[in-house]
Every structure is written in structure tokens, then in C-alpha cells.
């Protein structure tokens, strides 16, 4: 760890699985935070979902970077004084579980604080802490399915959630965001506190506009695919061997269009004087740019698209999506050997955000119980006491 990171000498211990807490946890530990990843025997359920090895998963790959790792049984009789060393020891603690499961697992806020009174707990729940549903477990399509997202996303009767967990990774961020504004308030303060990020409440935030629309003006907009309704043409666009997707918003950039595609006089119509009327007869005018585009490459109409000042990118499978020249250069996929892969090295995501003044370490995640021995040395636990422990399964 180095002693010029931002978080340093900050303890973070991650008890949480899947994204919404683990990224958190991860965006912690890129920032230089010490952060532990602590998991059952064996390894717990996220490595095991989406497999790219007998040990990790794609999500465990990305969500435990730069993490140390160590197993615990937390409802083993000897584990408790374990648990109790590591909060003693810690500034967070980081948990995704309901309210109920939080106290079942002895990290409920009210048994952390008799631990370690200025400790920070964050926590990621489907449904917060209040109300009817607190204590219902929650994914990411749930949160979206419950935001309006899901309804507007799909076509009349079928709506769709969206392929990227974004409820997930929203609420991580959210939660490592606050976390750190909690930190800076300990730090003014001595007092710790209880950070509460929900999947539905990022995704209600997320969509918020389009609820406040329907509040104020009961638009009741139906799903339209693709195809943007406030504005236009935003679609996806087939060409001659591809896909594309622009997004024109306002009339500087729909002039620009316009002129582009020969259709001059759109620009003084009064019927698209404006993104709201754009948006009304959107039909009309992506149906005018599919014509253009369906007779051109996809690299054609970028080319012609990026001439002309209007915003667009291909549709890329996942693969394009990888070797892209322009993801390449931007560097944010890096490839991190782990021990049980053999061949190609996974592209894991870095830190998501460039900063002049920080270098975010980028190492990859652990092993089962990487580091279990070296965590317990450093609470005071010797060797004798520590094979004991991993004897009696506590470990």
C-alpha cells in the first residue's frame, strides 16, 4: 500500500457479495483504502455465478480488485472473537444485506457501534431501511423493474431491463461516494455513522426525470424500443453491415444533421422547431435517417456523422466492444492474470475515473482465503492459534 495514497491507513472490511457492495468496497481500495474481502470457507456465492475459472467469476474478477482476501465462518462459535478484532481494528465496515440479516450477522449498526463506536457502516439493500419491504431481499432488475426503467425500455407489453446491472453499480458508487464524505466527517468530527444506499432508490434517482414528467404532466408515455420521445433522431440505425446509434439534441445539432442528409428545410419546419416537437414526430425522422444510413458501411456513416459535428458509435459486439481502437486508448481494460486461468488474461476494468494527483493501484483480486493467515497474524493470532482455528473449520 502505498503511504501517498489517498485513503491510507484506512481499514476497510467488505462482509458483501455480488456488485452493490463489493464495487464499493473496490472503488474504496483503488483510492489506496486496505481493504478486506471477508468470505465463508470454500468461497462465497459470487465467485460461482458466471464462472470463467473453478475459483472466480467474471463480477468477482472485477468487483475484488486490489482487495485482500480471508475466510471466516461468522456463525462459528470461534469466530466471534475474530470478528470482534477486525471491527476494533476497522474505519468501515461494508455489508449488502437487509436490516434483519444485518442483526442475524452481528453487523447491524447498534452491535458494530458497541465494538467500535466511531465506526462507519455502509450498507446496500434492495429497499433501504424503511417501510413494508426492508427486509425482502433484492437484485439489480428488481430495482429497475420498480423504477420505471424496465417499463420504458421495452416495446408496448414487453418491457426489458437493461443487460447492464446499472441499479448495481450505481448503488455501489452512490455508496463509496457517501462513505468517503462520512470519512471526512469522522475525520472533522470523531463520529462514525450509518451510510444507507438502496437498489431502488438509485434506480427511482436514475430515472427521476422521466417521473417527474409524468408527475407534473401525465404525459402516460409508452415504450418505443430504442427510439428516443423528447427528442430526435436519437436510434439505432441498421447500416449495410452494422448498426449505429446517434443522439441529436438540440437545434444546433439538428440543423447540422439536416444538412447532412439533404433534408434542408427540416431545420425551418415548423412541426421540428423544437427537441419536445422533434420528439413528437420522431417516426418521420428516423425513418428518413434509416433510409440514409441502410445504404451506407457503418463506417461510412460515422465517418460522415463525425464530419459533420453530430454525436454517434457503432453498435459493437463484445468482442469489438474489447479491441476497440478507442477503448484500447483510453486504457481502460487491463489485462490481469489469476492463478487458476490459464491463457488469456481477463480485461479488467481499471478505476473508472483519471485523476492527476492519484495512480489507483490495479491488482487483482484474491484467491479463497489469499490472505487469512497474514490478516490473523496482524490480530495478534500465532500460528498454533491460527492452524487451531482453521482445524475447528472457523476459518
Known amino acids: 500500500m502505498s503511504d501517498n495514497a489517498i485513503l491510507a491507513g484506512v481499514r476497510v472490511l467488505d462482509f458483501s457479495r455480488y456488485i452493490a457492495g463489493p464495487y464499493c468496497a473496490a472503488l474504496l481500495a483503488y483510492l489506496g483504502a486496505d481493504v478486506i474481502r471477508i468470505e465463508k470457507p470454500g468461497g462465497s456465492e459470487d465467485r460461482f455465478v458466471g464462472t470463467v475459472s473453478p475459483t472466480a ?64 457502516l455502509t450498507t446496500q439493500t434492495g429497499f433501504g431501511h424503511e417501510g413494508p419491504w426492508r427486509d425482502r431481499g433484492g437484485f439489480d432488475g428488481i430495482g429497475q423493474a420498480m423504477s420505471g426503467s424496465a417499463f420504458m425500455s421495452g416495446q408496448p407489453g414487453q418491457p426489458a431491463k437493461s443487460a447492464t446491472p446499472f441499479a448495481d453499480f450505481g448503488t455501489a458508487a452512490l455508496g463509496a461516494f457517501a462513505t468517503l464524505a462520512a470519512l471526512y466527517q469522522k475525520r472533522d468530527t470523531g463520529r462514525g ?21 409524468q408527475a407534473v404532466l401525465a404525459v402516460n408515455r409508452v415504450p418505443s424500443g430504442n427510439r428516443g420521445q423528447t427528442s430526435a433522431p436519437t436510434d439505432i440505425f441498421e447500416t449495410r453491415d452494422g448498426h449505429v446509434l446517434t443522439h441529436v439534441v438540440g437545434n444546433g445539432l439538428f440543423r447540422r444533421l439536416a444538412g447532412l442528409i439533404g433534408d434542408v428545410d427540416w431545420a425551418d419546419r415548423p412541426a421540428f422547431a423544437s427537441d419536445g416537437l422533434r420528439g413528437d414526430h420522431r417516426d418521420e425522422i428516423c425513418g428518413h435517417v434509416a433510409d440514409w444510413c441502410r445504404s451506407r458501411t457503418t463506417e461510412e456513416v460515422l465517418d460522415a456523422l463525425a464530419a459533420a459535428g453530430v454525436p454517434a458509435g457503432p453498435v459493437l459486439d463484445l468482442d469489438q466492444a474489447v479491441t476497440h481502437p478507442q477503448a484500447a486508448a483510453m486504457g481502460f481494460l487491463r489485462p490481469l492474470e489469476y492463478p487458476d486461468i490459464a491463457g488469456t488474461a481477463p480485461p479488467v476494468a481499471r478505476f473508472p475515473v483519471a485523476m492527476s494527483g492519484h495512480a489507483p493501484p490495479h491488482r487483482r483480486a484474491p484467491t479463497v482465503g489469499e490472505h487469512t493467515d497474514a490478516i490473523l497474524a496482524e490480530l495478534g493470532y500465532d500460528a498454533a492459534a491460527v492452524a487451531a482455528l482453521r482445524a475447528a473449520g472457523a476459518v
Open 57 to 120: 467469476s467474471a463480477v468477482y474478477l472485477e468487483t475484488g480488485c486490489n482487495k485482500r482476501g480471508m475466510t471466516l465462518d461468522v456463525k462459528h462459535a470461534e469466530a466471534a472473537d475474530i470478528k470482534r478484532r477486525l471491527i476494533e481494528r476497522a474505519d468501515v465496515v461494508i455489508a449488502n444485506m437487509p436490516p434483519k440479516a444485518l442483526v442475524r450477522a452481528g453487523l447491524d449498526y447498534a452491535t458494530l457501534t458497541a465494538i467500535k463506536p466511531d465506526i462507519i
Open 193 to 213: 455513522q450509518h451510510v444507507q444506499a438502496s437498489l431502488l432508490g438509485t434506480s427511482l434517482t436514475f430515472f427521476n426525470a422521466a417521473l417527474i414528467e
